[in-house]
Every structure is written in structure tokens, then in C-alpha cells.
């Protein structure tokens, strides 16, 4: 038994350092206030102190951190998107990703596996060929493979030819990953917090104070939550699923509407699956996590609704979907079955950076798709409420887009079925 288990396992004073000190009371006053404790949220915090120096910070969470869609995502991580700029910006992320275990010094379990999305039809062949050719462009591991070669890649699959969706081929993203979603929330976390930042857990924002708002938006100089009032210098807006509710208490509106999206995981079963399959005809995608489960998702829910409830309608669904790619499954039992809120933008793509509120910052619109850009969120968050600068990973990212119809169409490379 190592020494300090035993050592610890004996006295009741306990002289490890808490992974998160306690703040305590808020603090009259911030130079920057993060709404929101995911994985956006923590990430920049994090980078604001190890990047800039700047850790008069407070991150606010109305629950617990990593509770929101950080804790309840599956966890992929790809670059293969379709449009330049979402290319070079999740490449960033997915280098950022590779070397967190050394920053956080905690391993989060980054597991490259290979990303397959799989294609049904000759117009799908077409898209994933149009990807493979944009991601090469820029440097990024994609190809598109036929199904002679898929069939030795991935052999677990049902390569049938009278079924309803027979596979004709792939997209193979090599670098394609999963990772611990909890770890990273925490590594986040834990790195901001010992360097001075203060989190506050079951801190929930009511209202923003703005000043100056006669005529134009304003600026905003304080944070209402349920503990009281703080000043604030700056406020960055991270919140996901509440992403609507809470830029309207700061007056203005976006363009996104919240659905639950909902996943399940298996009981878990020797490894026998090493590729992460997408079918995006059949609105199914699978995993095998390291400890065994597998993690399965589909769809986001028909309707808009604040809420995460989990529902024997999705199951079935995903289940009938399931059983056309890997029919010998169909005795394994189901473990868990969760939902989160996902805030989807009309053209599939973030919005970041700059609002109509002065000293007001954005980080939305991340529905399905935001757990692999948290490192290259955090970076060039903190770089822009550090510097006052919006990097050019981003810029494309404004919410001012849509009111010059300058969209970034990524809808063709979502995973989840919409
Ligand atoms: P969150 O982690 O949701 O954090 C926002 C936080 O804000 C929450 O903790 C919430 O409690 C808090 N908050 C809200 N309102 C307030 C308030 N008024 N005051 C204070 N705090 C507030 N993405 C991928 O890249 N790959 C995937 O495989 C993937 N799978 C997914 C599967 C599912 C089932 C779901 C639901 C999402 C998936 N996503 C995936 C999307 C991804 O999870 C999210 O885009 C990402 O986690 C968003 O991170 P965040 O930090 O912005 O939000
Ligand atoms: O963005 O890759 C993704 C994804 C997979 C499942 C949900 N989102």
C-alpha cells in the first residue's frame, strides 16, 4: 500500500491541499466575472491566470462545476469539420487536448481511437470526400475510405448489403479522441483555483447591472446573483444550454433555441470496439470508453425545452438504429441514460466573442459540439478579456454574423443527427 494512503488513512487531520480551496464570501468586487463554471467557463479562468497573470477572477456556478453539458457529453474530440474556419479552430483545440494530462498533471484519460463517419448514399460519399479534401488543405489526418477498406478498418460493423442503410464508405479522421469529461472540468478547475481564482459553486446569476443604457446597450458594471450584488470589470457569458435566458437579463437576444440532446451508456464489456462510428443517416454514434461502456447518442429531442429529462421514446429510437450496425449487441444491457440543454445556432456554429453590452463577452452557441473546443475557448477567451484583442481563431465566431448573413455553415459536419 503506498505510504501516504496508509499515512492518511490513519489520522484525522488531513495535510493534502483541497484540489479547490474555498473561496468563501464573494468578494465586493471582480476585474472579470465568468457566469458559468463548465468547462468554457473554468478554462478560461485557468488560462487568464497561467497566460496573463490575471487571477482577481470569480467564476460563477448555479450548481456544481462540470454539472451542466461539460459532465454530461460523450466526450468526442475531431477536427474534421467543413468550413476553413472551423477546421483551424478545433485543430487548435485538438492540440491543446493532447497536452493537458502534462498541465494538469492528472491524467484525463485522452484515448485517440479513430473517428468514422459513416456514409450510406453517394451524396454522402460526396460530403465526406469534400471534408477529407478541406481538412487535408489544412494539414488535418482525414480521408475518405470505401467500404473494402472500412470493412478491415472497423470489422465489428454489419457491412450487409439488403438492409436499409448499407455502408458504401467513411470519413476516417485518424486523430479522432475521447477523453474524461469530469477530469477535465476538474483540471480546469483545480489549476485556476490554486492559482488565486475564486470559484463559487450554487452561485446562480439573477441579473447584470448596466450602466449608461439610454439609447444604446450600455456597459456593464456589475452581477446580480443569489448572494448579492458584485462589481464586476469585465463579465464573460458561458452558460450553454441557458445561454438565451441569461444574455436577455443582460438586454440583448441571440440566435439560438435550447433542445435536450440525450445519451446512454451500456454495462461494461470487454474491449472489442476501438473506433468512435458516426452514422449520421442512421442518427447513431458509438464509443467504447476506457472503462468499457459503451457510449451511445443520437439525435438532439423534436422540441425546445429547459430541461434534462430522460425519455424511453430516445432509447428506443437509438436502440433500433444501433442493432443495424452492430446486431450482436442486442442482449447487452443499458447502465445510464442522461440528457443535457444544447443551445443550437441556425448555421451550427459558436457564437464568440463581443456583444452590444460594452465589457460584455460571449462564449454560446455550442450545442452538440462544444466539449472538444473547451482548450482553444479558454486560450482565446482569456486572451481577449486579458488583452481587449479578438484573435483571428474567433473573429468568425461573432454574433455580429448574423446580422451581416456571413453564417458558418458546419451543419454537414455535426455528429448528432438534427
Ligand atoms: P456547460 O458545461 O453546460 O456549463 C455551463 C454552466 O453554466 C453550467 O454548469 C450551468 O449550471 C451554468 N449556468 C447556467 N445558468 C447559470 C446562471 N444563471 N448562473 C450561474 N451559472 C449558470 N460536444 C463535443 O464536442 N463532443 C461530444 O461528444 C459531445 N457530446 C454531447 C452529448 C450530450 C448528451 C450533450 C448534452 C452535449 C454534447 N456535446 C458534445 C456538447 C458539449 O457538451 C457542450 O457544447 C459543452 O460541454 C459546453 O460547455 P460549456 O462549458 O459551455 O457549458
Ligand atoms: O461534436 O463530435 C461531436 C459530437 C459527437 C456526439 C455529440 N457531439
Known amino acids: 500500500m503506498p505510504f501516504a494512503l496508509l499515512k492518511h488513512g490513519l489520522t484525522r487531520r488531513r495535510s493534502v491541499p483541497d484540489a479547490f480551496p474555498e473561496p468563501g464570501d464573494l ?132 457491412y450487409s448489403e439488403d438492409v436499409r442503410y448499407p455502408i458504401l464508405g467513411a470519413l476516417y479522421h485518424a486523430p479522432g479522441a475521447i477523453a474524461r469529461h469530469d477530469a477535465v472540468a476538474w483540471g480546469y478547475g483545480a489549476g485556476a483555483a490554486r492559482r488565486g481564482v475564486h470559484i463559487h459553486q450554487n452561485t446562480e446569476v439573477t441579473g447584470f447591472e448596466i450602466s449608461g443604457a439610454n439609447g444604446h446597450a450600455g456597459r456593464v458594471t456589475g452581477v446580480k446573483t443569489n448572494r448579492g450584488t458584485i462589481r464586476a470589470g469585465k463579465v464573460l457569458q458561458a452558460v450553454a444550454g441557458m445561454s438565451g435566458e441569461v444574455a436577455a437579463m443582460a438586454g440583448f437576444r441571440l440566435p439560438l433555441k435550447t433542445v435536450p440532446l440525450q445519451a446512454c451508456v451500456s454495462q461494461p464489456l470487454k474491449p472489442f ?96 459540439w462544444g466539449f472538444k473546443a473547451t482548450p482553444v475557448c479558454g486560450k482565446e477567451n482569456a486572451r481577449m478579456l486579458a488583452t481587449g484583442e479578438v484573435g483571428d481563431l474567433i473573429q468568425p465566431f461573432a454574433l455580429q454574423r448574423y446580422h451581416d448573413f456571413n453564417l458558418v455553415g458546419e451543419k454537414g459536419a455535426a455528429s448528432v443527427g438534427h
Do not use: C
Not at 339 to 357: H, K, L, Q, R, S
Open 273 to 368: 470496439l476501438d473506433a468512435i462510428v458516426v452514422s449520421g443517416s442512421l442518427h447513431v454514434y458509438v464509443s467504447q470508453s476506457s472503462r468499457g461502456e459503451l457510449v451511445m447518442g443520437g439525435s438532439t429531442d423534436p422540441y425546445g425545452v429547459y430541461m434534462t429529462r430522460s425519455t424511453l421514446d430516445f432509447k428506443e429510437g437509438l436502440m433500433m438504429h444501433l442493432l443495424e450496425l452492430l446486431p450482436f449487441i442486442s442482449e447487452v444491457k443499458l447502465l445510464r441514460q442522461w440528457a443535457g440543454m444544447t443551445d443550437m445556432t441556425p448555421d451550427f456554429a459558436p457564437i464568440m466573442g463581443e456583444t452590444p453590452v460594452d465589457n460584455y463577452y460571449i462564449d454560446a452557441g455550442w450545442g452538440t
Open 27 to 158: 468578494k465586493d468586487s471582480y476585474d472579470i466575472v465568468i457566469v458559468g463554471g463548465g468547462g468554457h467557463g473554468l478554462a478560461t479562468a485557468y488560462y487568464l491566470a497561467v497566460d496573463h497573470g490575471i487571477t482577481d477572477v470569480a467564476v460563477l456556478e448555479r450548481g456544481y462545476i462540470g454539472g451542466g453539458n461539460t459532465g454530461r457529453n460523450t466526450a468526442i474530440i475531431r477536427s474534421n469539420y467543413l468550413t476553413p474556419e472551423g477546421v483551424k479552430f478545433y485543430d487548435e483545440s485538438v492540440r491543446l487536448y493532447k497536452d493537458l494530462s502534462n498541465d494538469f498533471d492528472m491524467n484525463i484519460l485522452y484515448s485517440e481511437r479513430g473517428h468514422y463517419t459513416l456514409a450510406h448514399t453517394d451524396s454522402a460519399i460526396r460530403t465526406m470526400r469534400w471534408r477529407a479534401e478541406v481538412n487535408k488543405h489544412f494539414g488535418i489526418e482525414s480521408e475518405l475510405v470505401m467500404r473494402d477498406d472500412l470493412q478491415k478498418m472497423v470489422p465489428q460493423l454489419d
